[in-house]
């Protein structure tokens, strides 16, 4: 009971958030400005070939690709970081300035070097991303108890034991978060990158509707980059659900 309680209260808030949305479009009565919510479910239906197929793939690749690299280097400089002083200072004030520089600005310049290929999408969507995972995951290894460690130090521990027996139990509850964070930005930085300049693609497709001015069209790729991102979401809390099962016993 107390579950159906819980998926309840969202549920209400966005069904009126989707009636509001729908009364507001009809007073209005300017589809090109903005549509109802039943005018791009429309639109979806009558667009689902190219939608769902052509550019729904392009858009999961350039997230696919931007993400794992995220997470592959994410983690290589965490772990770097919390082994070195030296390599924490001289990195982590360009993690932090990074995130200062305008990324819709310095995208353009993606598109210059590699052209409109899937890699100057990637480059955006790395952007995005690698703050979070990398931050999280050196926040969560610098977070290991020095009394744990010195304990089992005590016991004859070796620095790998040390590293797959409590760094890494400890790190992945922030690890999990950084990524349930760069997941859906990774559909932010994928759409700015195709929106910049890109042959396919659901960012791509909604710049193409808007120069016909069909705002329905406009509204379509983004409901469906909206559900790419809720669903990305869901699967990274159910891994991490599943990975931190020992959560529950403690």
Known sequence: MNRWKDYATPAL??????????????????????????QVMVRIWELREALLTTHLFST???????????????????????????????????LVASQTIPIIAIAPIFVLWFGYSIWSKVAVTLLFTFFPITVATFDGLKSVSREYKELLQTMGASGRDIFFKLSVPTALPFFYSGIKVGVTLSVIGAAIGEWLGAQAGLGYFSRRMMTQFDGAGVFAPIVILSLLGIALFLIVGALEKRALRWRKTQ
Do not use: H
């Open 60 to 94: 999961l690749q350039i997230v696919a690709i931007g993400l794992g690299l995220s997470i592959a280097l994410g983690i290589g400089l965490a772990v770097w970081m919390n082994y070195s002083r030296a390599v924490e200072k001289a990195f982590y004030p360009i």
């Open 13 to 38: 808030v966005f069904a009126a958030f989707l009636i509001l949305w729908e009364v507001t479009a009809r007073v209005i009565g300017a589809s090109f400005i903005l549509p109802s919510f039943t």
